[in-house]
């Protein structure tokens, strides 16, 4: 199992960027991804997570309404979409799965633990910064 998250940088408040994990190994069809991120000085936190074959998404409240996660059609990538990015929003943003839990739409957070995952990507960073 190999993930992979890319598309970090620097963008100034307001901005927009488009993260993406690769993935092999595993099939996007039967297991959950999950974005994270770690700030400086902070524990690593769950962002959004998505179990593609019956739709599920789930989004913590800091990201809500800004963030958009996505897999391209029968493929092995994962897409979050950003906008309306915030000096907050700054961190390495990684992806990861966890083989035995599903993220759902109303229990995404039970996912998006970071001790629960399995397998995880090296992160990308992303600065927020006028």
């Known amino acids: 199992v190999q993930l992979q998250a890319s598309g970090g940088g620097l963008v100034q408040p307001g901005g927009s960027l488009r993260l993406s994990c690769a993935t092999s190994?595993?099939?996007?069809?039967?297991?959950?991804l999950g974005w994270f991120r770690q700030a400086p000085g902070k524990e690593r936190e769950g962002v959004s997570c998505?179990?593609?074959?019956?739709?599920?998404?789930y989004y913590e409240d800091s990201v809500k309404g800004r963030f958009t996660i996505a897999r391209d059609n029968f493929g092995r990538t994962v897409w979050l979409e950003m906008n309306s990015l915030q000096p907050d929003d700054t961190a390495v943003y990684y992806c990861?799965?966890?083989?035995?839990?599903?993220?759902?739409?109303?229990?995404?957070?039970?996912?998006?633990?970071?001790?629960?995952?399995?397998?995880w990507g090296k992160g990308t960073q992303v600065t927020v910064s006028s």
């Open positions: 190994g595993f099939s996007l069809d039967h297991f959950s």
């Open positions: 990861a799965t966890d083989m035995e839990k599903r993220c759902t739409s109303s229990g995404g957070s039970n996912y998006l633990r970071p001790n629960n995952m399995d397998y």
């Open positions: 998505i179990h593609s074959s019956d739709g599920s998404t």
